[in-house]
């Protein structure tokens, strides 16, 4: 499974952890396709026994023709992790070798309906990688000038192939461009148990060409807009991750956000990704429904989506608070909540274009 010269400590990358990780999650339920004679009989109850690291080993080395040596030791951490995140269940260590020999039952299948057509479900598994290898190519920047002619810049999310989801005020600050640059981060690939870090996001951006706006013209509706793009050559549109799904922020949920901020003597929109936490879920604000967050944003990130740590959009971007008679202090961050964002896009017509996490399995 390791490429060809891959030292056994060297780091494996997140294609690597993905395959690993639902493949144990298959053979730990004993629904995958494995070699039966890994499957343990118990001679007092003649029933299934749990399966075992080193089954799992076999199976891998079965799978992909190779042997997985190499690997064995980042197998068993991963195997390790899952236990310790609840994913897996520990069920002793029927054969008394350290490790190899620890058994395991899969605790359930652990994506909802909603995330199901993805692998943003591991996100509490494989931490933030996964979700900036998901979320990084979706996150669009939106260039145009604004009223006084000088290069603006916000961040947009592909809901779509065809439609970006942004703040009103974005759109209506500045004189768009004819096209936008789409993101350069590797787009994730992913189709039957399979993973691919590369694809049109690898190479380098394309264009896209804007062909409608969509915002709200109530000046009391909240800051929500959707751009409607056309592909771009050879029918390249937006690349949007499967599985994204919707869900309102809760107290300390632990977030990423992602947005174009400008940055001195960058040639390009370079993306950028802050870490920080939900500091208050609700707060009614004279601008509409609110949450408050830790990350630091900067003017660009308007509009950019706020991922929590288990996958879900919890909302967007929108302006900071701060006292306008004071300089010296840090301003607040605020978003617009993910329920709102959804009632905003059905007002639009385009509430199709979202999902809204039910917790249904």
Known sequence: MADLGTLPDSPRDLGWSLRVATHAMDFFAMKGTFDPKCVGKSASEGGLSPLMVSNFLDHLSS?????????????????????????????GNPINTPLMGNAYWASGFHATTAQSTGVLYLSSLLGPELIIRSYGPSAIPITGKNKLGDVAVGTGFALDERHILTNAHVVEGMDLDEEFETSAVPHLGWSDRDV??????????????????????DGEAPDVAVIEIEPGPEGHGL??????????????????T???PPVPTSKTAALVVHHGEVVNPAVPTFHGPAFLYSAVTRPGNSGGPIVASDGRIVGIVAHDVRDEGRTDEAPYYRAIPANVVLGELKNLGLGHLATVEDWKY
């Open 196 to 217: 691919e870090l590369s694809g049109r996001g690898s190479v380098k951006p394309w264009h896209v060409r804007v062909v409608d706006v969509r915002a709200s013209d």
């Open 258 to 260: 992602f947005g174009y």
């Open 63 to 91: 799978l992909h023709g190779e042997t997985v040596w190499d690997d064995t030791r980042h197998v068993i951490r991963l195997i390790g992790k899952m236990a310790t995140e609840g994913w897996l269940e520990y069920q």
């Open 239 to 256: 690349i949007a991750p499967h599985g994204a799904v919707f869900r309102d922020p809760e107290w300390a949920d632990r977030v990423l």
